[in-house]
């Protein structure tokens, strides 16, 4: 079974400074069928605006990913992290028994695009972590490379929960197939561009939710950047 989530069909938020699309019911927005899909929880794309962000504030028990498409995010937390995150790097922030952070766009032009990620923790109470690591476009180029993992495999961040998560570019001739297990649960979220998941066309902003799929083939794409998640049910 495969769902299409279109990008319309998201959560939209427009606070002046900050202009956010939900995936799943988040803050104000709320649709019961949308609560999350497995152990994702969360994916917001967010834009903000120049010299404005997020002010310091907390969260626990969640495993929490920066993707950035666009600017730089610069990232402060109570475990004394001060970190720009570009596109191309993954950030991953284990908040456990509990963290503070501020998420800010310095520039003065330039808005910061990115996704925020929150994945339900398979463990709770540990000690907050952060781990960040870049990812060169040529190990994403024509192929899905792991970027996050409960082991830290091939190079990835390493996360509290049982998802693996994968992104990819794809263009032209250029396809990519994952296996999956029946039993699981999948979400593939196209950042930018166009792409077929199983012979189904999706345009930028969209998303197809598997379960019960062997696999997930992903062809015909046009300047296509895609995140793909293999989740616990």
């Known amino acids: 079974m495969m769902q299409i989530r279109r990008s319309e069909a ?10 956010s699309q939900h995936s799943f019911s988040f803050a104000e927005y709320h649709d019961p069928r949308w609560m999350g899909w ?12 120049p010299g404005t962000g997020f002010g310091t504030h907390g969260h626990r028990d969640m495993e929490i990913i920066s993707y950035v498409l666009k600017g730089n995010l610069a990232h402060q937390d ?3 992290n001060i970190k720009g995150i570009p596109p191309g790097d993954v950030q991953r922030m284990s908040a456990g028994t509990g963290v503070r952070h501020s998420e800010f766009n310095h520039a ?6 990115f996704l925020q990620i929150w994945i339900e923790p398979n463990v709770r109470g540990i000690a907050p972590g952060y781990e960040q690591k ?40 250029e396809a990519a197939e994952l296996a999956l297990d029946p039993q699981r ?7 930018r561009g166009s792409l077929k998941v199983n012979g189904e066309r999706l345009q930028a902003g969209d998303a197809a939710a ?13 300047d296509a ?9």
């Open 108 to 113: 003065p032009d330039q808005t910061t695009h």
């Open 38 to 49: 497995g152990n994702l929880r969360v994916i917001n794309e967010d834009r903000i605006a």
């Open 185 to 191: 649960m999948a979400y593939v979220h196209l950042v």
């Open 78 to 80: 109570s475990m004394g």
């Open 134 to 173: 870049t990812f060169a476009e040529a190990d994403k180029r024509g192929q899905l490379k792991l970027v996050a993992s409960p082991d830290g495999a091939s190079g990835s961040v390493s996360i509290h929960a049982d998802a693996a998560l994968y992104a990819g570019l794809l263009d032209g001739a």
């Open 10 to 19: 998201r959560g939209q938020a427009d606070h002046g400074w900050l202009k």
């Open 210 to 222: 598997l379960a019960g799929e062997s696999e997930i083939r992903l062809s015909a794409g046009q």
């Open 225 to 233: 950047e895609v995140l793909v998640f293999d989740l616990a049910p």
